[in-house]
Each structure stands twice: as structure tokens, then as C-alpha cells.
């Protein structure tokens, strides 16, 4: 693992947990000994990746601390509504970079995300390939993989939307 693969690691995990996914101690743990092995400094960093099991309860306050140390602090927007498109478009990046498996990614976006907005529009081609992809069979004449490739697609134009209109405002 590079140096940046680390940071990108870190840099995840933080919005993963900002987004209350549940991240364990001991992926905390790994993380620290990733980004150490791999050349990251920080002052806080060697303690989290020497953490042993039964110092496992501090982890998050030391991962925490680590992210801060090196700038990686992610905060969501206070507004729930502004939160939820900030998870969409987390989501949607990484359907596009092939860090998550298309249909998982859609459907987090169909049953997080669409429902608690209301079904907005532009999210409405992703919740689309999540209702393709759940209830894909192969009688359809479509394969799965193509199904797969159509949410990446999809994903990637929601983002370039989304960058568009962050552009324009």
C-alpha cells in the first residue's frame, strides 16, 4: 500500500463512520498499522496501530485524533437534507470507482437516500438500476454484468450533474 492508498483509506473510513456505517475497532486498528507501514506520520498514529485487543475501545477517539492530525476530518452539513445528497453523491463516487459493487451502491442510494428525500429526480436513474439489479433474472436477455455496467454509467453521470450544477451556483 502507497502512502496515498493509506490516506484514501483513512480519508474513507472517516466518511464511512461520518455517514453512521458501523466501522470496527479492530478496521480502525488496521488502518493506523496500514498508513504506518506505509510512511504516513502523525503523532498519534503509532499508538492507534499498536492498540491490543482489550485497548480496542479506544480506537475511534485515536482514529479521530489521527484524521484531525492530518487534515482528514470529515464533517457532514448540519442540514439533514444537505447530509443525505453529501452521502449520495459519497455513494455514487464510489459505484464510479468501482470501490462498490453496483447494486449494493444502488440500493444504499434507493433505501438510504431517495426514500427520506422524497424521490427526487436526479436521483431517480440510480434508484432505477437498483430496482433492475434487485430484481434482475436472466430471462430478461440483459446480463448482469451489462446491468452492473449501466449503474457505474449512471452513477458517473449523477456525479458529472452534480459537479455541473456545484459549478454553476
Known amino acids: 500500500m502507497t502512502r496515498d492508498d493509506a490516506l484514501k483509506q483513512l480519508s474513507h473510513i472517516a466518511r464511512e463512520r461520518a455517514f453512521d456505517r458501523h466501522v470496527g475497532s479492530d478496521r480502525l486498528i488496521q488502518a493506523g498499522l496500514d498508513a504506518l507501514i506505509a510512511g504516513v506520520e502523525s503523532p498519534s498514529l503509532a499508538m492507534l496501530a499498536g ?10 477517539a485515536l482514529f479521530d485524533q489521527v484524521l484531525e492530525e492530518l487534515g ?5 452539513p448540519a442540514d439533514p437534507r444537505a447530509a443525505k ?3 449520495a453523491y459519497w455513494i455514487a463516487g464510489q459505484i464510479a470507482d468501482g470501490t462498490l ?10 433505501a438510504d437516500i431517495a426514500y427520506d428525500l422524497g424521490y427526487p ?3 431517480e436513474p440510480l434508484v432505477h438500476c437498483a430496482h433492475n439489479l434487485d430484481g434482475w433474472e436472466e430471462s430478461w436477455g440483459v ?13 458517473k453521470q449523477f456525479l458529472s450533474k452534480g459537479s455541473a450544477a456545484q459549478a454553476g451556483s
Open 72 to 76: 482528514l476530518l470529515f464533517h457532514l
Open 85 to 87: 445528497w453529501a452521502m
Open 51 to 60: 492498540l491490543l485487543r482489550n485497548e480496542e475501545p479506544e480506537a475511534p
Open 143 to 155: 446480463s448482469l454484468e451489462d446491468m452492473n455496467k449501466e449503474a457505474v454509467e449512471t452513477a
Open 101 to 110: 459493487d453496483p447494486a449494493t451502491g444502488t440500493h444504499l442510494i434507493w
Open 121 to 123: 429526480e436526479e436521483l
